[in-house]
């Protein structure tokens, strides 16, 4: 059975820092693309970072470039979001999600299995 089950989340002032984990199961997890998406209450669900598994590359979101770091622990099959200098827009719920293929995936619809989500909120 696939698992994805992110933790980490809560609430932080504006400025503060979070690190999210997201511990994946199920599935071999050297052969996948692991991503971070968020979705506050109205909007649309967003993507924030982006990770393959398989040669380390990464990507972000221009909201979060030079403020989150997406890095795996191949070892522990899990991936983390560091979230440093946190905004109240910030504040979403956050999920993890896992794509069978190597290479980083952007687009949302190509994600095959997600997580439940952890909700982080950035007070001003």
């Known amino acids: 059975e696939v698992q994805l089950v992110e933790s980490g989340g809560g609430l932080v002032q504006a400025g503060g820092s979070l690190r999210l984990s997201c511990a994946a199961s199920?599935?071999?997890?050297?052969?996948?693309?692991i991503g971070w998406f968020r979705q506050a209450p109205g909007k649309e669900r967003e993507g924030v970072s982006y990770?393959?598994?398989?040669?380390?590359?990464?990507d972000y979101a221009d909201p979060v470039k030079g403020r989150f770091t997406i890095s795996s622990d191949n070892a522990k099959n899990t991936v983390y979001l560091q979230m440093n200098s946190l905004k109240p827009e910030d504040t979403a719920v956050y999920y993890c999600?896992?794509?069978?293929?190597?290479?980083?995936?952007?687009?949302?619809?190509?994600?095959?299995?997600w997580g439940q989500g952890t909700q982080v909120t950035v007070s001003s």
């Open positions: 999600a896992a794509a069978g293929v190597h290479s980083i995936v952007v687009n949302k619809d190509e994600y095959d299995w």
């Open positions: 199920g599935f071999t997890f050297d052969d996948y693309a």
């Open positions: 990770i393959s598994n398989s040669d380390g590359s990464t």
